[in-house]
């Protein structure tokens, strides 16, 4: 079985600019979440959204949005980019059976921010 | 709001010997709590999880974690490493709801041969 899949794996973008990021949860997982990861911390929690719909939204700026597609995948946003945004994005999903709390993690996409 | 903490940024230990990662919680209620690893370019991979019932828990690599409820501790163990287990640990607690998992700032494992 696949696991949670993530692209792109890296990326180099300029301040400014605007990024998306894109994950495919494991088949069958109906939840889908975003981490940030700076260097040398552990994730911190941007987004989780079920079914379609945003769950629950972690103490980032309004700059950072994302949305849930029909088929569950999921993109993740950056808008006017910041060299602090440069990070570990990583993407986790949780099953279908109503549970948000066994999360599986895709390999992250790396954003460099310049 | 929930917190975790772990108090070794790095734990050297020698392969074949045995290994204790700590993990401490703050949260009002009962947590649920969580250990992962990450392998250099890797995501995190699950090792364990405890929701409720037995406060020992076995993992996967032949890891287990102990739940102490009096010391808002989750320890992680396991009797004898490998160099294969080097890599960053994380230990997380679910608050409940819809919000995603706080993780601690990890512990660097290194393997001395």
């Known amino acids: 079985d696949a696991g949670v899949t993530q692209s792109p794996t890296h990326l180099i973008k300029t301040r400014g600019q605007q990024v998306t990021l894109r994950c495919s949860p494991i088949s069958g997982h109906k939840s889908v979440s975003w981490y940030q990861q700076v260097l040398g ?12 719909e945003e769950r629950g939204r972690g103490n980032f700026p309004d700059r950072f949005s994302a ?14 980019l910041l060299l602090g945004d ?9 099953s279908n059976r109503g549970t948000f709390y066994e999360q599986y993690f895709g390999p992250g996409t790396r954003l460099t921010v310049t | 709001a929930q917190s975790v903490t ?3 940024i790095h734990i050297t230990v020698s392969e074949g010997a ?6 401490n919680y703050s949260y009002g209620a009962t947590p649920y709590l969580f250990w992962y690893v990450q392998s250099p370019g890797q995501g995190l991979q699950l090792l364990l999880k405890y929701f409720s019932g037995d406060t020992l828990v076995q993992g996967i690599k032949g890891f287990e974690a102990e739940f102490k ?12 490493v490998h160099w294969s287990d080097a890599a960053e ?3 997380a607690v679910l608050g409940g709801g819809a919000d995603g998992l706080t993780f ?4 660097h494992l290194i393997i001395q041969p």
């Open chain 1, 86 to 94: 440069s990070a570990l994005y990583l993407c986790a999903s949780s």
């Open chain 2, 104 to 107: 601690g700032k990890g512990t």
């Open chain 2, 6 to 8: 772990q108090p070794d």
């Open chain 1, 67 to 80: 949305r849930q597609f029909p088929n569950y995948s999921s993109e993740l946003n950056v808008n006017a």
């Open chain 2, 18 to 23: 045995s290994l204790e990662l700590r993990c």
């Open chain 1, 41 to 52: 911390q552990g994730p911190q929690f941007i987004f989780q959204y079920y079914e379609k």
């Open chain 2, 89 to 91: 640990y994380f230990c």
């Open chain 2, 69 to 80: 409820r009096s010391q808002s501790s989750f320890n992680l163990r396991k009797p004898s």
